[in-house]
């Protein structure tokens, strides 16, 4: 009797991790693909949206193995679903290494991502890392070295405004009683 019980407490527990993962995968693709304004920011266009809100939430609210999920497959199925295929396995690797390195930091130490600034210093260097992932795509992808950096103010801004909304939202998430 004792061993089935633990089936059933660790299938629960596996449905539940993959429930809350696939939740937070579709909110980083719904804030990317639904919630977003296109800007004549750059040479190649630009797209500012809130995908980067969602995905700093799960890293901070979650940690940095559901901050990667749900970075590297909501921003990867949203270059997919938008006809950016080629774009696609480069955003599953810079997203995801963004959630997992934001997670790391929010939780490094004990700080169970409550710290606000330890928070934000995960999405700087999450944005950095961003910043040079994208720059290197688009040489990669355009076959140049200088045009992939009229990209680099529209990110600096997507950083900004998904750190602006979501560093708030994360601590009051974290303060309900679910956390």
Do not use: C
């Not at 955003?91 to 997670?103: A, L, S």
């Amino acid at each position: 009797m004792e061993n089935g019980l633990n089936v059933s407490v660790n299938a629960a527990g596996k449905t539940k991790e993959l429930v809350t993962s696939g939740l937070l995968i579709s909110l980083v693709f719904i804030a990317t693909k639904f919630i977003n304004i296109r800007l004549p920011i750059s040479i190649n266009g630009g797209l500012i949206h809130l995908g980067n809100t969602m995905l700093f939430l799960a890293a901070i609210v979650f940690g940095k193995k559901k901050g990667a999920v749900a970075g590297a497959f909501g921003m990867g199925l949203f270059d997919i679903a938008s006809g950016w295929m080629a774009w696609a396995p480069f955003t599953f690797i810079i997203r995801g290494i963004m959630g997992y390195i934001i997670g790391s930091i929010a939780y490094a130490k004990g700080r169970d991502g409550r710290s606000f600034s330890w928070n934000l210093v995960g999405i700087v260097i999450s944005g950095v890392i961003m910043i040079l992932g994208y720059y290197i795509t688009e040489g990669v992808l355009y076959g140049n070295w200088v045009t992939p950096m009229t990209s680099i103010p529209g990110n600096i801004v997507q950083i900004l405004i998904g750190a602006a909304i979501g560093l708030p939202a994360a601590a009051a998430v974290k303060k309900t009683k679910l956390f």
